[in-house]
């Protein structure tokens, strides 16, 4: 697991913006989705083509979360990064970012279908979540995802992040969604990236201007709480 850091002077600034240290604390399950976001074979078995090692370490508390997401009545969705040849999005600049070799053993790892291309069977997923594809690093970009489409259609306005890795797929993830008006939620103790330095670079992002940065115990007590106020709320209703 990760030694999670976020500097005294991001958390300083981030206090006089925005008034407090959490500001989604008002957790709404109903109105919440966990994009669990790549926790695939290929990122996290032994000898995998993108081995992050710590992406095996954070799936207790995944699962921690998915457990009182479903309870609440809440939504989880599992991501897929895919490799597609087909799609009608051309994404051809990312080649240049690896050596023919790299990209040819990525893409074999990561087509639809591949042992490497399924989720990892460590986490806890029912038949009442949903899996979705995504062919690009973030899932909100258009055409390449039809996580946008679903959220709409369920009335979502926040989502909890987690998976692998913090500084890729999870951060860009984060971003669109914020700047699509979603409120999000990253969990610092249930994202994963290959470095220390890499994983708190994107929550010292995150809590500046991305989202509100929560560990895994917090996000499960805001959920719980939430309905325990609609229980009795219930109660004196009755009465």
Same mark, same amino acid.
């Given at each position: 697991?990760?030694?999670?850091?976020?500097?005294?002077?991001?958390?300083?600034?981030?206090?006089?913006?925005? +008034?407090?240290?959490?500001?989604?604390?008002?957790?709404?399950?109903?109105?919440?989705?966990?994009?669990?976001?790549?926790?695939?074979?290929?990122?996290?078995?032994?000898?995998?083509?993108?081995?992050?090692?710590?992406?095996a370490?954070?799936?207790?508390?995944?699962?921690?979360?998915?457990?009182?997401?479903?309870?609440?009545? +809440?939504?989880?969705?599992?991501?897929?990064?895919?490799?597609?040849?087909?799609?009608?999005?051309?994404?051809?600049?990312? &080649?240049?970012?690896?050596?023919?070799?790299?990209?040819?053993?990525?893409? $074999?790892?990561f087509?639809? +279908?591949s042992? &490497?291309? $399924?989720?990892?069977?460590?986490?806890?997923?029912?038949?009442?979540?949903?899996?979705?594809?995504?062919t690009?690093?973030?899932?909100?970009v258009?055409?390449?995802?039809?996580?946008?489409?679903?959220?709409?259609?369920?009335?979502?306005?926040?989502?909890?992040?987690?998976?692998?890795?913090?500084?890729?797929?999870?951060?860009?993830?984060?971003?669109?969604?914020?700047?699509?008006?979603?409120?999000?939620?990253?969990?610092?103790?249930?994202?994963?990236?290959?470095?220390?330095?890499?994983?708190?670079?994107?929550?010292?992002?995150?809590?500046?201007?991305?989202? &509100?940065?929560?560990?895994t &115990?917090?996000?499960?007590?805001?959920?719980?709480?939430?309905?325990?106020?609609?229980?009795l709320?219930?109660?004196?209703? +009755?009465?």
């Amino acid at each position: 697991m990760h030694t999670n850091r976020i500097s005294a002077e991001v958390l300083e600034a981030s206090l006089r913006r925005r +008034g407090s240290k959490h500001i989604f604390l008002d957790l709404n399950p109903h109105r919440t989705a966990h994009l669990v976001i790549d926790l695939q074979n290929g990122f996290m078995r032994e000898g995998a083509p993108a081995l992050v090692p710590n992406a095996a370490k954070i799936v207790p508390n995944v699962n921690r979360i998915s457990n009182a997401i479903r309870t609440a009545g +809440g939504h989880n969705v599992f991501l897929r990064f895919t490799c597609d040849e087909r799609e009608s999005r051309n994404w051809s600049v990312v &080649d240049t970012y690896l050596t023919k070799e790299r990209r040819d053993v990525f893409r $074999q790892a990561f087509t639809r +279908g591949s042992s &490497d291309w $399924q989720l990892s069977d460590a986490l806890d997923r029912t038949d009442d979540d949903v899996v979705l594809d995504k062919t690009r690093y973030s899932a909100f970009v258009q055409d390449t995802c039809s996580l946008p489409e679903l959220l709409m259609a369920r009335g979502v306005d926040t989502v909890i992040i987690t998976g692998t890795m913090s500084n890729c797929c999870c951060e860009s993830t984060a971003r669109d969604a914020m700047q699509m008006n979603y409120r999000v939620i990253f969990v610092e103790d249930a994202n994963a990236a290959l470095t220390d330095e890499l994983h708190n670079a994107t929550l010292n992002n995150m809590a500046s201007l991305f989202a &509100d940065v929560m560990p895994t &115990d917090l996000v499960i007590e805001r959920l719980a709480l939430h309905e325990q106020h609609l229980k009795l709320s219930g109660s004196d209703v +009755g009465t």
